[in-house]
Each structure stands twice: as structure tokens, then as C-alpha cells.
């Protein structure tokens, strides 16, 4: 059974600040997908992240994903409240139907 | 278009009554998925349909029930739920869940929070 451990599992900082999330499995996926869910709604999908070792940005975001496809990170840039929600990696497995979540970050950023 | 849509966006039933929750997509899409989500836990795999067949069951209870009429729409029928079914319900789709493309990349509605009374 592949397992996605996240951490921190929760993380309330003040805004302006900067924070990293990381998302670490024992097994190998094909690719990586980053969502952000909030309160009540569905995930929106942030980015997703294909080849060892890429970075990818959005904004103030920075995701990578592990040389061996293993593990991947989300850094934010100068938080803003507006980063508030539940941070969801999950991965992939070469073609199966079924992704495997990540067990989740919350973020609280305080204005 | 790259929306998932679904109705109803809150829904209370009774534990004998019969509904369902619907799901719509216009992206072309050929793998439609529907998840369960209990607060603050992360989604939960229960249906995948892949060109409009079922290709995984989660070993869901029989009281849901899920239908996909065409590739662009996808149905749970409900029936004699239980308390303990109270929750988010979420459906995605992917271009193709399986072969074509190296990846799943799934996009996801806004989800059915569901009461059972």
C-alpha cells in the first residue's frame, strides 16, 4: 500500500511570513499533483509535477518534486490570508486509475 | 470550459428516502471519479468510471449506486443512507485515468455536502 505522509499537519503563521510543506512517500510515482481545498468546496489543483527534480512556480508558490520522485515540497513566498486551506499532495502510479492522497496540511495564515 | 459542476450543493435526507447527486463535465474528459470526504481527512476513492464504464468499486455499500449516462455526466443514486454517510461528496474527472497519458491529473466540482438525518 503506498502511503503520502504530510508535514506539518497543521501550521498557523502570521502573514508575511514564509513556510514550506512537504509531502514524503517510500514508493515512486509517475507524477505529483498539489491542491488546495477550502473550507466546504472542492480541491482546485495547483500544479502538477512530472520529472525528477523539477521546480515548478505559481506566483508566490514553489513546488518541487524529488529526484527519485519520492517526495516533493510547497514553499510560499511572503503568506498571505488568502493561502488559507487545506494543502493535498497526492501521487500517481504509472497509469493507475487511483491516486494516493497525501494526509494533508492545514494552513491558517493570520492577518 | 474547465469546470466540474454538481447538484445539489447541500442535500438532507432521511435515512429511507431516495435521492442523487449529479456531476457534469465538459472538458472532453473520459474518467470520472466519485470521492467521499469526512471533515479535516483527505478524500476517499469510492467509484471510477473510464469511457463510461465502471472500472472500480471501492467496495461502496450497495445503498450508493453510481450511473454514468454519457462520458460528459455522472450520477450517485442514494438509498436507505445511514447517519455515518454524512459528508462531503466530490466528483472529479481526468482526460483519461489510464494508458494514454503518463499522468492523472484529476479536477474536481465543488462537491455535495450530504446530511443524513
Redesign the interface.
Known amino acids: 500500500t503506498q502511503l503520502l505522509e504530510q508535514s506539518p499537519q497543521f501550521l498557523s503563521i502570521q502573514e508575511g511570513e514564509n513556510l514550506t510543506v512537504y509531502c514524503n512517500s517510500s514508493s515512486v510515482f509517475s507524477s505529483l499533483q498539489w491542491y488546495r481545498q477550502e473550507p466546504g468546496e472542492g480541491p482546485v489543483l495547483l500544479v502538477t509535477v512530472v520529472t525528477g527534480g523539477e521546480v515548478k512556480k505559481l506566483k508566490r508558490l514553489t513546488f518541487q518534486f524529488g529526484d527519485a520522485r519520492k517526495d516533493s515540497s510547497l514553499h510560499i513566498t511572503a503568506a498571505q490570508p488568502g493561502d488559507t486551506g487545506l494543502y493535498l499532495c497526492a501521487g500517481d502510479d504509472f497509469g493507475n486509475e487511483k491516486l494516493t492522497f497525501g494526509t494533508g496540511t492545514r494552513l491558517t495564515i493570520i492577518p | 470550459d474547465t469546470e466540474?459542476t454538481?447538484t445539489p450543493k447541500h442535500l438532507v435526507m432521511g435515512m429511507t428516502n431516495k435521492k442523487s447527486l449529479k456531476c457534469e463535465q465538459h472538458m472532453g474528459h473520459r474518467?470520472m471519479y466519485w470521492y467521499k470526504q469526512k471533515a479535516?481527512?483527505?478524500?476517499e476513492?469510492m467509484f471510477?468510471y473510464?469511457y463510461e464504464k465502471l472500472?472500480?468499486n471501492e467496495s461502496v455499500p450497495s445503498r450508493f449506486s453510481p450511473e454514468c449516462p454519457n462520458s460528459s455526466l455522472l450520477n450517485l443514486h442514494l438509498h436507505a443512507l445511514q447517519p455515518e454517510d454524512s459528508a462531503?461528496y466530490?466528483c472529479?474527472s481526468s482526460q483519461d485515468?489510464?494508458?494514454a497519458?503518463?499522468?492523472?491529473?484529476?479536477?474536481?466540482?465543488?462537491?455535495t455536502?450530504l446530511t443524513v438525518l
Open positions: 466540474v454538481q474518467a479535516k481527512k483527505p478524500p476513492l471510477v473510464s472500472s472500480i462531503l466530490l472529479a485515468g489510464q494508458g497519458l503518463s499522468y492523472n491529473e484529476q479536477f474536481f466540482g465543488p462537491g455536502r
